[in-house]
């Protein structure tokens, strides 16, 4: 009998968000562009959860989820499995969705911040 056969080894891709370290880091199965691992260093359920159900509103998404391996890390793994679309696709449009939604929250809580203190000045 022969070896027993293995599926390509998945293959580490770094994505460097700024100068510093790379921030988030792209695990892939070189046989699925729809099913990857992405690993977020610094990060914890705050955005993990965040970018889940982000993620999970688009109708490219099949599946996704996330974990903190352990508590006393400060890292997430993103497991994103799209229904055809690259992977790698999704998540750009998650995250800039996520972005917009943020910004968008951030400026009505500015404006009704604006509006409190004008009030409280009358």
Partial sequence: QGEPE???KPQVHEI???TQQPKLAAIEDPANADLVTYVMED????????LRYTLMRSKDTAFCGYSV???????INIRLQTTGRPAHEVMQEGISNLKAASDAM????????ADFDASKQQ
């Fill in 6 to 8: 293995h599926s390509a």
């Fill in 106 to 113: 951030a400026s009505a809580f500015d404006a009704a911040l």
């Fill in 69 to 75: 391996p352990h508590p006393t890390e400060s890292r």
């Fill in 16 to 18: 460097a968000m700024s």
């Fill in 43 to 50: 990060e914890d359920h705050t955005l993990g959860n965040a």
